[in-house]
């Protein structure tokens, strides 16, 4: 397929008239804007912070994040085209949810554009409009695909199928608030959402489904060292996975049997090591639980470490898409 740079998109120039397609910003200001397949889940409306966004409409969604000065350097990958610096915008909208509310589980692709803005620009509803037009001159002529691999992502605007969008305007307060103390997260709970948003994206397609549970293991020892570095700081020596169950525990009120790290050990073990202690497995038995039991207390706990406390208890059904939202850690 054709690839578009900035001069394939002459015809566009009246699509906007602060923001400008371009590869090299030489560390000028600007955006990228990253297509969200219909494959994932997404609030109704639109949410626009100070430096990121989620823009929702019937036709498309995408996100919209400001580059960080240093872009070129948020790390590198060959095989992981998601950056750093999206992760907080992903995982505000991820951990954002209280006990029985529907999930919310974007599915970014890899089909982005890069725009360049002065230096006083700001995201606000302007910036937002003109991205989305920008994005929809891109998509609808198939500019930023690679090839037939992602007919399965292209959006209403693209001739693709709707989006599932889950009611959950009264969530952006809430959004808001995780989205500000994730602008300062650390590298481990980075990686802890980013393979967050990787399980739920690789739990969409059956042929992957032992990936999404192995994503979700690496998520939980993110949240495991997360919780062992807080203990070290308290003066605790060498803590235990035990230790680390107990101080989620003495936050929550309730004793767990044993620790929480524990509960999907074997299955880690059996997965993860073809020939292992619990005897070797040409295709080890996971089930479907076992995905949405760790889905929901990953999310629980992350919730936890990055506001300081749970979330709250809903009234109504306990289920949604045909699946139980499991009691809380319990």
Same mark, same amino acid.
């Given at each position: 397929m054709e690839k578009a740079g900035p001069a394939s998109f002459a015809v566009f120039d009246k699509v906007g008239l602060r923001l400008r397609p371009s590869r090299d910003f030489r560390q000028q200001h600007g955006y990228r804007l990253r297509l969200m397949s219909p494959l994932g889940t997404y609030p109704d409306v639109t949410f626009l912070g100070p430096n990121a966004a989620l823009v929702v409409t019937p036709d498309i969604c995408f996100s919209m994040v400001s580059l960080p000065s240093d872009w070129k350097y948020d790390d590198f990958s060959e095989v992981d085209p998601l950056p750093p610096s999206e992760i907080p915008l992903l995982g505000a909208l991820m951990l954002a949810v209280d006990e029985g509310e529907q999930y919310i589980t974007p599915y970014p692709t890899h089909q982005a554009i890069d725009l360049r803005a002065t230096p006083s620009h700001q995201l606000d509803a302007a910036a937002v409009d003109e991205g989305g037009r920008w994005m929809r001159a891109y998509v609808k002529r198939h500019k930023l695909e690679i090839d037939f691999r992602d007919l399965i992502h292209r959006p209403p605007v693209a001739g693709?199928? +709707?989006?599932?969008?889950?009611? $959950?305007?009264? *969530?952006?307060?809430?959004? $808001?608030?995780i989205l500000d103390l994730l602008q300062s997260a650390d590298q481990v709970t980075l990686r802890g959402l980013s393979s967050?948003?990787?399980? &739920?994206?690789?739990?969409?397609? =059956?042929?992957? *489904?032992?990936?999404?549970?192995? $994503?979700?293991?690496?998520?939980?020892?993110a949240i495991h060292s997360l919780i062992r570095a807080r203990l070290i700081r308290? =003066?605790?020596? &060498?803590?235990?996975? +035990? %230790?680390?169950? &107990?101080?989620?525990?003495?936050?929550?009120?309730?004793?767990? /049997?044993?620790?929480i790290f524990e509960d999907d050990y074997e299955? *880690?073990?059996?997965?993860?090591?073809? %020939? &292992?202690?619990? =005897?070797? /497995?040409a295709r080890p038995q996971l089930l479907a639980d076992d995905f949405? /039991?760790? *889905?929901h207390r990953v999310i629980e706990l992350f919730h936890f470490l990055v506001t300081g406390g749970p979330t709250h208890p809903m009234s109504g059904s306990d289920e949604w898409h045909g699946h139980a939202i499991h009691l809380r850690m319990v």
């Open positions: 693709g199928v +709707q989006y599932d969008l889950i009611e $959950s305007g009264h *969530r952006n307060l809430h959004v $808001s608030k967050l948003v990787k399980a &739920n994206m690789a739990w969409e397609h =059956g042929e992957f *489904r032992e990936a999404a549970c192995v $994503s979700l293991w690496i998520s939980l020892d308290e =003066g605790k020596t &060498n803590p235990t996975s +035990q %230790d680390a169950s &107990n101080y989620i525990a003495s936050h929550y009120g309730i004793n767990f /049997e044993d620790s299955n *880690r073990i059996r997965v993860i090591h073809p %020939d &292992n202690k619990f =005897g070797a /497995e949405y /039991e760790l *889905r």
